[in-house]
């Protein structure tokens, strides 16, 4: 059964950093953009970055422009999301989800309804 399967959350102080890592299983992850997105109780699930397939186009919130780095190995079929200069806002459960890179123009990657597979979810905390 195709999965997807995230690690690394944690609890860390303000400014510093946490990597999360999502590896899939049993799918062709070469060929699907990876998202991450991330909620708090209460709101709606948040758009944070994706990449491409092929690595060369990822994007950014804003709120995570500058601090918040995804990249990926397809080698090892996993993404990452590098996660520096922490703020209490950051807080949230983080989730990975793989959807057709056709959904990555303009602002259509922000939805959540255009991915096919997701992750459990790992919890980020940020608080001193």
């Known amino acids: 059964q195709s999965k997807l399967v995230e690690s690394g959350g944690g609890l860390v102080q303000p400014g510093g950093s946490l990597r999360l890592a999502c590896a899939a299983s049993?799918?062709?992850?070469?060929?699907?953009?990876i998202a991450w997105f991330r909620q708090v109780p209460g709101k709606e699930r948040e758009g944070v970055s994706v990449?491409?397939?092929?690595?060369?186009?990822?994007k950014y919130v804003d709120s995570v422009k500058g601090r918040f780095t995804i990249s990926r190995d397809n080698d090892k079929d996993t993404v990452y999301l590098q996660m520096n200069s922490l703020k209490p806002e950051d807080t949230a459960v983080y989730y990975c989800?793989?959807?057709?890179?056709?959904?990555?123009?303009?602002?259509?990657?922000?939805?959540?309804?255009?991915?096919?597979?997701w992750g459990q979810g790992t919890q980020v905390t940020v608080s001193s």
């Open positions: 049993d799918f062709f992850f070469d060929f699907y953009a």
């Open positions: 990449i491409g397939s092929g690595s060369r186009t990822s």
């Open positions: 989800a793989a959807g057709e890179n056709r959904f990555m123009h303009g602002s259509t990657w922000l939805d959540p309804g255009n991915y096919n597979y």
